[in-house]
């Protein structure tokens, strides 16, 4: 599941048409690559507030991430 690369927050309009309910939502953003180094933690992308709801709401039954943090 992609992003819009100019941002860093993964947004509602990113999972639009996608079929959420029951389902693992496993987001790729690529800050895994720095994983061990100083730069993991540095601007890492993370899901918004709406978008949490958003999935939460449309049944995600789990989120997961490769960056610090989900959130910001």
């Known amino acids: 599941m992609g992003k819009a690369p100019e941002r860093r927050t993964y947004e509602?309009?990113?999972f639009q048409g996608k079929k959420v309910a029951g389902k693992a939502v496993l987001l790729h953003t690529?800050?895994?690559?720095?994983?061990?180094e100083r730069a993991y933690s540095k601007?890492?992308?993370?899901?918004?507030?709406?978008?949490?709801?958003?999935l939460v709401r449309h049944?995600?039954?789990?989120?997961?991430?490769?960056?610090?943090?989900?959130?910001d």
């Open 12 to 14: 509602v309009e990113d």
């Open 59 to 71: 049944g995600a039954v789990l989120v997961g991430i490769d960056a610090v943090l989900i959130d």
């Open 43 to 54: 601007n890492s992308p993370y899901v918004s507030t709406e978008t949490a709801d958003w």
């Open 30 to 36: 690529g800050q895994g690559r720095y994983f061990g």
